[in-house]
C-alpha cells in the first residue's frame, strides 16, 4: 500500500514563495513517477508537474513553467514543488500523486496513488 503524505501549503502575498513537501511510503519507487496536481473550487484537477523518480525527467504545466520547480529526494522518498512568483490564480488544493509509469504522465487517471492535499492560498 503506498501512502502519500502533503505538507507545506499555507497562504502567501502574491510574488512569494512556498515549498511543497510529499512523503512517499510504502513501496520501492524506482519504476514510478510522481506528479503534482491541483483544484480550484469549482475546477476540475489540473496537472501541475512531474518528474520520473529513477532520472529525474521533469515536466511542468505550461501555466506553471519558469516559476515552479519539482525535485526528488532519494533519501527521503520525498518529493518537492518549488513555487516562487506565485500568482492568486495558483491558489487551490495542492495533490500529490503516484503513477507505475516509465515516463511522464500527465493525465489523473494515469495515476494510481493519491495524497489528501494541502491547501495554498495567494493573496493579492
Known amino acids: 500500500q503506498v501512502q502519500l503524505v502533503e505538507s507545506g501549503g499555507g497562504l502567501v502575498q502574491a510574488g512569494g514563495s512556498l515549498r511543497l513537501s510529499c512523503a512517499a511510503s510504502g513501496r520501492t519507487f524506482s519504476r514510478y513517477v510522481m506528479g503534482w496536481f491541483r483544484q480550484a473550487p469549482g475546477t476540475e484537477r489540473e496537472f501541475v508537474a512531474a518528474i520520473t523518480w529513477s532520472g529525474g525527467n521533469t515536466y511542468y504545466a505550461d501555466s506553471v513553467k519558469g516559476r515552479f520547480t519539482i525535485s526528488r529526494d532519494y533519501a527521503k522518498n520525498t518529493v518537492y514543488l518549488q513555487m516562487n512568483s506565485l500568482k492568486p490564480e495558483d491558489k487551490a488544493v495542492y495533490y500529490c500523486?503516484?503513477?507505475?509509469?516509465?515516463?511522464?504522465?500527465?493525465?489523473?487517471?494515469?495515476?494510481?496513488?493519491w495524497g489528501q492535499g494541502t491547501q495554498v492560498t495567494v493573496s493579492s
Open positions: 500523486a503516484c503513477a507505475a509509469a516509465f515516463k511522464v504522465v500527465v493525465t489523473t487517471t494515469e495515476y494510481d496513488y
